[in-house]
């Protein structure tokens, strides 16, 4: 039986190479400065005044101070639960570790997973508006709240932002379709108006009727929200497209 090769030992070729690395940055910045430095100061105690040798002195036992609170701390990484909180402090990013101190009780364990989630649900959010060009802040603000709440997976809905339907109308753009995953069984066209209806002229009112009727008659009932109405309470907003979807549901 041919034996298995050993993928360890490319991976432990690299590791070395890095190792190297900071040994070299130790040999030059470290230990080797510090001495030069130090020899230096020896050499110019006897030229300072009587403060400034008092102060070199601090500024030296402090050093000593802090060197030696390194190697204490680094002492703590040497247990197995240490190997992994050091692991996950550095590299925690890349391998899918939190990247932070490894919780040690519950309440800090929460905070963790509270990052975790908020992390996750900013990427979602970001995605979503970047892939369908939103712009707009209601509309933003709109899919926020949808998503923080989980209407596609509580209720097995799918929400399709800058949706095109074709209409009796022509093609119209809506600002956000809402379908079940069976297709034909709930049509939700939502639309965010940044403007009142009264600070329209009578065309673009009458125009917007008539696009309306045509969205209605493709099968669509239709949930139109203000600006305003989505700054003041968007969770009502939200609430009221989620209260069809479960009367549907039901039905």
Same mark, same amino acid.
């Given at each position: 039986?041919?034996?298995?090769?050993?993928?360890?030992?490319?991976?432990?070729?690299?590791?070395?190479?890095?190792?190297?690395?900071?040994?070299?940055?130790?040999?030059?910045?470290?230990?080797?400065?510090?001495?030069?430095?130090?020899?230096?100061?020896?050499?110019?105690?006897?030229?300072?005044?009587?403060?400034?040798?008092?102060?070199?002195?601090?500024?030296?036992?402090?050093?000593? #101070?802090?060197?030696?609170?390194?190697?204490?701390?680094?002492?703590?990484? /040497?247990?197995?639960?240490?190997?992994? &909180?050091? =692991? +996950?402090?550095?590299?925690?990013?890349?391998?899918?570790?939190?990247?932070?101190?490894?919780?040690?009780?519950?309440?800090?364990?929460?905070?963790?997973?509270?990052?975790?989630?908020?992390?996750?649900?900013?990427?979602?959010?970001?995605?979503?508006?970047?892939?369908?060009?939103?712009?707009?802040?209601?509309?933003?603000?709109?899919?926020?709240?949808?998503?923080?709440?989980?209407?596609?997976?509580?209720?097995?809905?799918?929400?399709?932002?800058?949706?095109?339907?074709?209409?009796?109308?022509?093609t119209v753009h809506v600002d956000f379709v809402?379908?079940?995953?069976? #297709?034909?069984?709930?049509?939700?066209?939502?639309?965010?108006?940044?403007? /009142?209806?009264?600070?329209?002229?009578? &065309?673009? =009112? +009458?125009?917007?009727?008539?696009?309306?009727?045509?969205?209605?008659?493709?099968?669509?009932?239709?949930?139109?929200?203000?600006?305003?109405?989505?700054?003041?309470?968007?969770?009502?907003?939200?609430?009221?497209?989620?209260?069809?979807?479960?009367?549907?549901?039901?039905?």
């Amino acid at each position: 039986m041919s034996e298995s090769p050993d993928t360890s030992k490319p991976f432990g070729d690299f590791i070395s190479s890095r190792l190297r690395v900071i040994k070299a940055y130790f040999d030059k910045w470290h230990e080797l400065a510090i001495e030069k430095e130090l020899g230096a100061d020896i050499e110019r105690v006897d030229g300072l005044d009587l403060w400034d040798q008092v102060a070199l002195w601090a500024r030296w036992t402090k050093r000593m #101070q802090l060197q030696r609170l390194i190697h204490t701390r680094m002492k703590r990484f /040497d247990t197995p639960a240490g190997e992994f &909180e050091l =692991v +996950a402090s550095i590299f925690g990013d890349q391998i899918g570790l939190p990247a932070s101190k490894i919780p040690v009780n519950n309440a800090d364990r929460l905070e963790w997973y509270k990052r975790r989630i908020a992390a996750e649900y900013e990427r979602k959010i970001k995605r979503a508006i970047n892939r369908n060009w939103i712009t707009s802040p209601i509309e933003q603000i709109f899919l926020m709240e949808w998503h923080i709440l989980r209407i596609d997976e509580r209720y097995a809905v799918r929400i399709q932002p800058q949706k095109k339907l074709v209409t009796s109308n022509g093609t119209v753009h809506v600002d956000f379709v809402v379908t079940t995953e069976k #297709q034909g069984e709930l049509k939700l066209a939502i639309e965010l108006d940044g403007h /009142d209806f009264h600070e329209r002229s009578k &065309e673009q =009112v +009458a125009k917007d009727k008539s696009r309306e009727r045509s969205i209605v008659k493709a099968g669509y009932t239709i949930f139109r929200f203000s600006g305003s109405e989505i700054f003041r309470n968007v969770r009502r907003c939200v609430s009221e497209v989620e209260d069809l979807i479960k009367a549907h549901q039901i039905a």
